[in-house]
């Protein structure tokens, strides 16, 4: 049974265990890179996971965390609207059995729940087939392409770029 719920600082060490392996095994995802986070101690992935300025949703699988997603609102006033989805993670073997799922709609209800928030945006690799489709069944739009948005080991990665529009009563 698959239980999805906010990670907490307590979290921190499963949460590092993840976060280093999405990094090595899919690092055309994500902006940061296994060398920026490596000497990361399990103190600093707790501080952001305790954070109130963010909501980190963790998938578990008999205890075991195996999927990942973070909400993060704007602060700013002009942009309180706003919201935005970063570090989606699903470890391959957890993979195409819904869990991407239940963590965008958790993120999605999370980002509902805070009355200030209109939009939520995401990037994600253009050739990351099996992500847009996920998004696009949620309701996400592409908008625009970011263009080389990511350089590595010499191979420029464009990325999409998507928001969702929740409906407000």
Known sequence: MMEIRRLIGGDAES?????????????????????????????????????????????????????????????KVKLKHRANIFAMYVTPSQRGHGTGRLLMKKAIQQAAELTSVEQIYLTVNASNEPAKKLYASLGFETYGADKKAMVINGTYHDEDLMVLFLEKA
Do not use: C, I
């Open 15 to 75: 949460y590092r265990t993840l976060r280093h392996e999405a990094l090595l095994k899919n690092p055309v995802a994500f902006s940061s890179s296994y060398e920026d986070e490596m000497y990361y101690e399990e103190q600093e992935y707790r501080q952001r996971l305790d954070s109130k300025f963010t909501y980190t949703f963790g998938a578990f699988n008999e205890r075991q965390l195996v999927g990942v997603v973070t909400l993060v609102p704007e602060g």
